[in-house]
């Protein structure tokens, strides 16, 4: 009998497993449950595919979407895999036939739709057939706090009672948040799960947001196309409108261009979901009806032409592009009126089956989502950090491969500002939100702020010389460094913080404001990901075999991708295969595709040679992909050198803004980012000397007796309104441990 490994090598063509893939397998062939959660991409498939061909019965998978289904049991059938799947797309005599063949044990793996398992003629014949695992696809469809929930996945686990055994029972999904993930757990009833995380974060995508509103928009889709002719992709818009009109703007450029979306009869979708799949047409625009279940894998770019109402959706859609490993693009167009279209959207949202207080509760959800994605097209820091962060998953650094970490900014000292937006906060006794607090120091004269008496501030119109756009920026900053926080809820309301580090004369609160953007895109975009790595008579071969590509699949009724994946057709230009030995150690290639089609492939790569004598065809060095800029060196975190050591000027006491400043001037090693004073403070609370305390709604550092025994101090402080507070002061030998530390983390580094 085979193991593990040689499955995926036989049937997949893989040498060896992914991150996370080879801990769910185990898991499962042991008996054990098993909850996954992995990118779009990381080849959750596989982690269940795999199993079942070793696990002695049949193995349920239950999917949401028919085309889904469909796809999978494709790809098994070309992989020399027997599936099949059960669904509304087949007769009763269809269904019965397929019954009939999986008792008889034609099947492996069977796929289903959730509803199926209601079924009298299902439930009869999963009673009398060997079931060795129950598989939940998408299994984030079974939360209420899914983007995606189907009622019908709470009927899985009645279903799994029915079974005469209970079988092992595994859970896959690309988007779940902890609530989600608890949600999955409970209602599935898994037991003792193997929870397999394996992060968020795709490598291969790179994320940009684009500022751009009206035809802006239009132009950049259109000179995007233009610039990746060949290349398939997603356009994604939030009306059918904007999609109807898109489409014909693309179809009158003589661009491949088709529309998707649920006003739409059911064969028109149907027609033009297949022409994308099938890469006869090049571009489909949709709204989010097109969805779940789009498994093309050779999607090379997403295109937002509007923001998307919640991370979750954002995550998900985004995810189609890059699917096969090669590098894609997601790219959200960014305009005000995005947030008015989406908030007049969820206002028409209609909740079935809910009483008053859920209703609430899923606006204040969908509310909080939304501001979330405002956020993210606002952000200046790294988008991808944004993103994982949002999951539950830390970075330690900026990626050095998103648009904003590509994006040139210039750094703009607003530390006076910040002193006025908390004279403003307190003015107003933290009742009002942000917009509040910009439209009062700007001295707006809105009916709104003259009503709550906003004029007779002292901090009304004292910053009415800077824009909106730049206290916003200075609010997000100081809410990022603790100056400020916002309270939960539907209506946010900013209020005061830790302000020691303000009243410290030293302090300095600094904004980053992008600088001219056309200089960032103006920048020559490399050719297609799917070729990084070939020269330009590479690329030849590559479009010859994707062309030959397509007639198989033409010839077999199937989308191209299914044959190989566009990573398959780069290793095979790379590798140039002589013959079907050489053939199977391409990537992708199993036995049963090198039989079936390997003749075809070394025959057209032979020939090419023989046109193309002595040509080199690829290059060692990696490339990136369409509109990537050369990866930047990740900074560390930041440490000291041995001799920054004796460069540090102690003092008897220092506040810790004087810390951090001298840190960071003596600090000599490169690629490091700056210290930061909570960095600072979060050591200082892990080594027991500071605590963190709320003081009239204020978090405060304080000393713990150890600190105080090490001579930290709390010194009053009077501010300029006469309002009177405490600011800790830091003794030398504290600020010893402090240099110590940070020097300590360059050697354990090896820097």
């Not at 403003?424 to 709104?448: D, F, N, P």
């Not at 297609?528 to 009724?557: M, N, P, V, Y």
């Amino acid at each position: 009998m085979m193991n593990a490994a040689e499955i995926l090598k036989k049937y997949f063509g893989y040498d060896s497993f992914r991150k996370g893939q080879k801990d769910v397998i185990d898991a499962l062939l042991s008996g054990r449950d098993a909850l996954a959660i992995m990118p779009t991409g990381a080849g959750k498939s596989i982690c269940y595919q795999v199993p079942a061909l070793l696990l002695p019965g049949i193995t349920l998978v239950i999917s949401p979407l028919i085309s889904l289904m469909q796809d999978q049991v494709k790809s098994l059938n070309e992989a020399g895999i027997h599936a099949a799947f059960i669904n509304s797309s087949l007769t009763e005599t269809q269904i019965a036939k397929a019954l009939a063949l999986a008792a008889g044990g034609a099947y492996k793996i069977i796929y289903v739709a959730p509803e199926r398992l209601e079924s009298a003629g299902f439930v009869e014949f999963a009673v009398r057939a060997d079931i060795s695992m129950v598989t939940v696809d998408e299994a984030h469809c079974i939360s209420q706090w899914g983007q995606d929930f189907r009622p019908g996945y709470l009927k899985i686990v009645d279903f799994i009672g029915r079974l005469p055994e209970r079988p092992v029972v595994s859970a896959f999904t690309a988007t779940a948040t902890e609530e989600v993930k608890r949600d999955i757990e409970a209602v599935l009833r898994l037991k003792d799960p193997k929870t397999v995380v394996t992060g968020f974060d795709r490598e291969n995508l790179y994320y940009r947001v684009e500022y751009a509103s009206g035809k802006q928009k239009d132009k950049f889709v259109m000179d995007y196309i233009s610039e990746h002719s060949g290349e398939s992709g997603i356009i994604y818009c939030a009306t059918r409108k904007n999609v109807d009109e898109l489409c014909r703007k693309l179809q009158s450029l003589h661009i491949s261009a088709a529309g998707y979306h649920a006003g739409m009869d059911n064969r028109t979708r149907k027609e033009n979901q297949d022409d994308f799949i099938y890469d006869r047409t090049q571009v489909i625009v949709a709204t989010n009806a097109f969805g779940m279940g789009i498994d093309k894998s050779n999607v090379r770019y997403v295109i937002h032409y509007n923001m998307p109402q919640s991370m979750e959706n954002y995550y998900q859609e985004a995810g189609r592009a890059g699917r096969d490993g090669g590098d894609a693009q997601c790219i959200l167009l960014f305009a005000v009126q995005d947030i008015i279209i989406n908030r007049f959207l969820l206002e028409q949202k209609i909740f079935e089956g809910m009483d008053e207080e859920e209703i609430r509760r899923m606006r204040q959800r969908d509310a909080r989502r939304l501001r979330t994605m405002e956020e993210y097209c606002r952000i200046t820091s790294c988008l991808r950090n944004y993103i994982l962060s949002y999951f539950g998953e830390k970075a330690d650094s900026p990626c050095e491969n998103c648009g904003n970490c590509h994006q040139e900014y210039e750094t703009v000292d607003l530390t006076a500002d910040a002193r006025w937006v908390i004279n403003c906060i307190a003015e107003t006794k933290g009742r009002y939100g942000r917009k509040t607090v910009i439209g009062a120091l700007r001295g707006s004269k809105s009916a709104r702020l003259l009503e709550i008496g906003a004029d007779a501030y002292r901090s009304y119109g004292v910053l009415e010389h800077r824009s909106e756009e730049d206290l916003r920026l200075l609010i997000e900053q100081m809410l990022s460094e603790g100056y400020v926080y916002e309270t939960e809820g539907d209506y946010k309301v900013v209020r005061m913080g830790d302000i020691s580090g303000l009243r410290d004369e030293n302090t300095r609160v600094c904004i980053k404001k992008v600088k001219e953007r056309e200089a960032a895109q103006k920048k020559k975009e490399k050719k297609s990901s799917a070729g990084a790595s070939l020269t330009d008579e590479g690329r030849q071969l590559f479009e010859r075999l994707r062309q030959l590509r397509f007639e198989i699949a033409s010839e077999e009724h199937v989308p191209p991708y299914i044959i190989f994946a566009d990573r398959t057709l780069t290793d095979l230009c790379v590798r140039l295969p002589r013959d079907q030995q050489e053939l199977l150690e391409v990537s992708g290639i199993g036995e049963h595709k090198a039989q079936k089609y390997g003749r075809r492939f070394l025959d057209e790569i032979a020939e090419f040679l023989a046109e193309h004598p002595g040509t080199i065809l690829s290059v060692v060095t990696v490339g990136t992909g369409a509109g990537w800029t050369p990866k930047r060196k990740r900074k560390e975190a930041f440490y000291l050198n041995p001799e920054d050591a004796e460069k540090f000027p102690y003092r008897e006491l220092c506040y810790i803004s004087e810390m951090k400043d001298r840190l960071n001037e003596i600090c000599s090693a490169e690629f490091v980012k700056k210290v930061t004073i909570s960095v600072i403070w979060a050591y200082l609370m892990e080594i027991g000397l500071t605590v963190e305390e709320q003081r009239e709604g204020r978090f405060c550092k304080v000393p713990t007796e150890k600190g105080r025994q090490l001579g930290i101090r709390m010194v009053d402080k009077v501010s300029q309104s006469g309002m009177e507070y405490q600011l800790p002061m830091y003794s030398e030998q504290v600020q010893r441990l402090v240099v110590e530390h940070f020097v300590q983390l360059g050697e354990k580094s090896g820097l």
